[in-house]
């Protein structure tokens, strides 16, 4: 068996990189904690907690308050399960203890995870932390102004520098919605500044 001990995790419904962690989070220390190397398809389910384990697996790892960490042969992850068997909290950990763990860990014995592959709530973003704060409010300011067809206009205008549209809150919102770009943060900045000018 493969233990770590005194690991740093910050246990949360959704999985953020360390480098993304809030000085407000909870971030706790487990003193103790087993370690099992999956297959990369098993390692891809834990991480989108598509996972329901046997109640086999549950007592093994009970004594650690049903948490415990999995690795693939580059990266890992550390759960922690409810009595149904589902990852209900997830985390990374920092890069200095994720090299501990993959230079001691045993990679000969690879865990055979039984578990039945279930609809996971984790959509691990490629958009940081931040960036899904930036268009959460985005979308909300956009929804609140709806009605405003003028600042409509305007931040229609600066997001496709042009104005030729009939939905331009409908598309305001889907473009905001698509992948990530250097747009959201001026949009975002502008709002800002509109924000400041009404204040």
Known sequence: MNYIYNIKVNLKNKLYNFYEWDKNDAVITLDRVEVFLVN????????????????????????????CIFCNDIDCVCTKFNNDGIIELI???????????????????????????????????????????????LKEYITKMKDDNELIDYLYQEWFNNSRCKNKYEKLLSVIDSEYSNKHEELYNVIKLLNCKNA
């Open 40 to 67: 990369e398809n098993t390692y891809e389910d834990i991480i989108n907690m598509k996972v329901k384990v046997d109640k086999e697996f549950l007592n093994k790892i009970k004594r650690f308050k049903n948490a």
């Open 91 to 137: 985390s990374k950990l920092n890069l200095e203890e994720e090299s501990e763990i993959l230079d001691e860990i045993n990679l000969k014995n690879k865990l055979e995870l039984k578990y039945e592959k279930i609809n996971g709530n984790n959509n691990y973003s490629f958009k940081t932390r931040n960036q899904e704060k930036i268009v959460s409010e």
